[in-house]
């Protein structure tokens, strides 16, 4: 009996021991409160991002890029990296353009901001063009 005890004791210390040493690290949660205006612009962003993606899994808008040497995931991932400054001028762009033209000047703006980014260096998309690293 005296033995379930002592037992019983020496559990309960390196029980507590354990949970106060594990409860001690532990961050404390940090809550804000989230404007409407970020919401809504955080779900404007991605309609505008799946837009950017329904027309490039178009058979015509693929078969173009590809024609231009630009592989149709790279373009994919490009459209995912947009930021929303980004996304908003070309939203407005394509919204800008009349109905026949869009889909080929909205292909246009696509291979510019592709071609930028890789002479700048921040991405490798066409093996011809000489960014600054890239000699």
């Given amino acids: ?21 594990t409860s001690v690290y532990l961050p404390a949660a940090q ?3 989230i404007s409407t205006q970020a919401i809504v612009d955080r779900q404007l962003a991605d ?17 173009r890029l590809i024609g231009w040497g630009v592989d149709p995931q790279q373009a994919q991932q490009r459209v995912d990296s947009l930021s929303p ?23 246009v703006f696509v291979f510019l901001v592709l071609l930028v980014t890789d002479i700048l260096g921040f991405t490798d998309i066409f093996p011809c063009v000489r960014g600054p690293d890239r000699r």
């Avoid at 309609?47 to 058979?59: C, G, K, N, V, Y």
């Fill in 85 to 107: 400054a980004e996304l908003n001028e070309l939203a407005a762009r394509m919204d800008e353009m009349p109905a026949g033209a869009g889909v080929l000047n909205a292909l």
């Fill in 31 to 33: 809550a804000g409160m």
């Fill in 47 to 63: 309609e505008q991002r799946a837009r950017l993606h329904a027309l490039l899994e178009r058979d015509d808008v693929r078969d």
């Fill in 1 to 21: 009996m005296k033995n379930n005890r002592v037992w019983a004791r020496w559990l309960v210390s390196a029980l507590t021991g354990i949970f106060l040493l």
